[in-house]
Structure formats: structure tokens, C-alpha cells
């Protein structure tokens, strides 16, 4: 038994809390310890992302099939954190400019690189056009 | 590890085809020297450079981490007009 629901008991008994309000608690406490065993299995699946693939195949018979390495994707991602600090504002001009409101300095900052890698690894684009061409980007 | 090959096909609508290994690991003993003395400059001026938030010497550490992580990168480009194919494929190992 954990210390927390050790702790919840002894509440209980000592009349601290009601027994109702203690089923909510560990009721909490239950689906708080399933969120975290999905966590660790999230994170399992997207660090063992190799490629992101680009594959076109037109009607017409053109065909494009790009493989680029997710470790050349973090490492791009990594250089640009090194931009310098008076090039940011221009950048998020010129992106606002563009019609993207974005705040580049917040992006780039280190530890959100793995969070945008992670992200980027549920990323799955399926594009089937009228005419019959078909455009894929994924992970794998 | 840093790319060792890069290989290089290629096919035209008459259906010549030409492809070619390119042997990086011959290449990288040569720059080995000039990139040092490179290193040396950008650590230089990276005392210099810093506070104003310039890292000259981490941009080449970053732009050294890219190229090794090219090695996998694949890119099969195929055409066809008047049921003519052509083809670029471009690979590095």
C-alpha cells in the first residue's frame, strides 16, 4: 500500500475526512498513476522515431519518396536555437507579416526542442486530391 | 558518425543511365586540418562575440552535429512524360 492512501485511511479514521471524500481521493490518486504509465508509453513510441517520410505519388505516374532522419531534424532544430538574439524580433516580424503569430525566442528555447520533435512524431498528413494524386508526410 | 558515401543515380527519358559513388571518408582527412585551424578562429572569437549572443564557435559544433546526422537521408525522385520515365535517386551512407 502506498503512503498516500495510508495517509487518506488514517484521515478517515481520525474522522478528518468523510468516507466519501476519501473515495474521491483515491479515486484520483488511481487515475493520476494510469496517466503517468500512458506517459512513459508516449514517450516509448515517439523515441523510437527514425524518419520522417515524405512520399508523393501523382496520377500521372511522378513519383517523390524523401526519408530525412529525425536526427538531422533535432539537430536543425538545435543549430537554430543558436540564432542571435537580435535577429528573433525580425524573424517574428516577417512571420507576423506573413499572417503567423509566433514567438520564435519561445520556440527554440532547449528543452522545448524535444517537446516539438515529440509533438512532430504524431504528426501523420494523408492527402488524396480529386485527380488522384496522393501525398503522405509521416514518421516511422 | 559522420556520412562515409554518398551515392548518387540518375536515369534520363532515353533511359541512359549514370550513378556514381562519392567516397566521403577521402574527403575528411583533407579538411581535417583546415577545419581545426577554423575551430580555433571561431573559439576565438567566441570570447568576443558572446555577450553579444554571436556563438561562432557552437554554430560550427551545431553545423558539424547536422552533417553527421545526414547519414540516412534518402530522396528517389521518378518522372514520367509520354510514358517516358526518369529518374534521380540520391542516398547517404
Known amino acids: ?140 | 558518425m559522420i556520412p562515409m558515401f554518398i551515392k548518387i543515380r540518375m536515369q534520363n527519358e532515353e533511359g541512359k543511365r549514370f550513378g556514381f559513388w562519392l567516397p566521403l571518408f577521402l574527403l575528411w582527412p583533407i579538411l581535417l586540418i583546415p577545419l581545426l585551424i577554423l575551430l580555433l578562429f571561431a573559439l576565438i572569437a567566441e570570447i568576443f562575440t558572446a555577450p553579444r549572443g554571436i556563438h561562432p564557435f557552437l554554430m560550427l559544433v551545431g553545423l558539424g552535429r547536422l552533417l553527421a546526422a545526414m547519414r540516412g537521408t534518402y530522396v528517389d525522385i521518378r518522372s514520367t512524360s509520354n510514358s517516358k520515365k526518369s529518374t534521380v535517386q540520391f542516398k547517404i551512407y
Open chain 1, 1 to 140: 500500500m502506498s503512503e498516500e492512501r495510508k495517509r487518506i485511511l488514517n484521515m478517515v479514521a481520525e474522522g478528518k475526512i468523510s468516507v466519501e471524500e476519501a473515495e474521491k481521493l483515491l479515486n484520483a490518486l488511481n487515475s493520476e498513476s494510469v496517466n503517468v504509465v500512458n506517459l512513459g508509453k508516449e514517450k516509448k513510441t515517439s523515441a523510437g522515431l527514425k524518419y520522417l517520410r515524405v512520399v508523393v505519388d501523382s496520377k500521372e505516374g511522378d513519383n517523390v519518396n524523401v526519408r530525412i532522419p529525425v536526427a538531422l531534424l533535432r539537430a536543425g532544430l538545435k543549430l537554430s536555437a543558436l540564432i542571435p538574439p537580435q535577429a528573433y524580433q525580425k524573424i517574428n516580424e516577417k512571420m507576423a507579416e506573413s499572417g503567423i503569430e509566433m514567438d520564435i525566442n519561445s520556440l527554440l528555447k532547449g528543452g522545448d526542442i524535444e517537446q516539438v520533435i515529440e509533438t512532430m512524431g504524431e504528426l501523420n498528413v494523408d492527402v488524396n486530391s480529386a485527380q488522384g494524386d496522393k501525398v503522405r508526410v509521416f514518421f516511422e
